[in-house]
């Protein structure tokens, strides 16, 4: 059994959070923005309602609010550090465009752990997401079986993650894209690689997910090409 849970406490610490908010900033979402824009987003219908399941800095949520005004985006993280991060990003956003402060209200953060969402009522969202965020479930099976009761019939889930068969090239692709001197990236994501071998999903792992999920809809991954993600889809029945 990999380790799946010991790394959260970090992202509940002031240091930590604000030194990934630095570190990554909005690398996931300069990789994901088309993935999850062309498979996910796309297919959310004109005034829907979407959830992000760990939202760390808001990055990604906030990208799609500024895509996206008819949609209502509820970002939430079990780290309060984490959804401050986000309303600060959101406020800093509203305070430098006079349009986006008329429709403000839009994008909420909400502290809520994957593991009990039960904040949320069943069958209320079009769309959930999450970038990142499943490798720190204790119980990652049992975070997708509550964000699947709080998805309403024919909803979509848009879930990535690193794989462990991921390679150190991929990684470096990703890390191109962090906030730390170009000498420190090859040893960074060296030690990024070999650090998530023990914690993230392989690929017997996410293929045991589909088929457990295959009774709630239509399940399916995907890996993106160049970088050290897989993505789980699925629509609800
Ligand atoms: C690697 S960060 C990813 C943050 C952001 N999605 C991004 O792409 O930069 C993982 C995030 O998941 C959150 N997280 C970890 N376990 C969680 C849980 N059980 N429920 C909700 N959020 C969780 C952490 O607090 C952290 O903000």
Redesign the pocket.
């Known amino acids: 059994m990999k380790d799946q849970?010991s790394h959260?406490w970090l992202?509940?610490t002031k240091t930590f959070?604000s030194l990934?908010e630095r570190i990554?900033?909005?690398?996931?979402?300069i990789v994901?923005w088309r993935e999850l824009k062309e498979r996910f987003l796309d297919f959310i219908p004109e005034g829907g309602r979407i959830l992000?399941?760990?939202?760390?800095?808001?990055?990604?949520a906030i990208k799609i609010f500024q895509h996206r005004h008819d949609l209502e985006i509820i970002a939430?993280?079990?780290?309060s550090?984490?959804i401050s991060l986000g309303k600060k990003n959101y406020q800093e956003l509203i305070l430098q465009d006079q349009h986006i402060s008329r429709v403000q209200s839009h994008l909420s953060f909400v502290q809520?752990?994957?593991?009990d969402l039960s904040h949320f009522d069943s069958e209320t969202f079009d769309g959930i997401y999450?970038?990142?965020?499943i490798?720190?479930?204790?119980d990652r099976i049992r975070?997708l079986n509550e964000c699947i009761r709080i998805l309403k019939p024919g909803g979509k889930i848009f879930f990535s993650e690193f794989f462990a068969e991921a390679s150190v090239t991929d990684m470096m692709n990703l890390i191109k894209h962090v906030r730390i001197p170009d000498f420190l990236k090859p040893t960074f994501s060296r030690f990024l690689h070999s650090k998530h071998k023990k914690l993230v999903p392989d690929k017997a792992d996410i293929e045991k997910w589909e088929q457990e999920l295959s009774s709630k809809g239509f399940a399916c991954s995907e890996y993106l090409p160049g970088y050290p993600f897989f993505m789980l889809k699925l629509d609800k029945k």
């Open positions: 849970s959260n992202y509940q959070a990934y990554v900033g909005e690398a996931t979402s994901f992000e399941i760990g939202s760390g800095p808001g990055f990604q939430s993280d079990f780290s550090e984490m809520a752990d994957a593991m999450s970038v990142g965020a490798k720190h479930f204790p975070g």
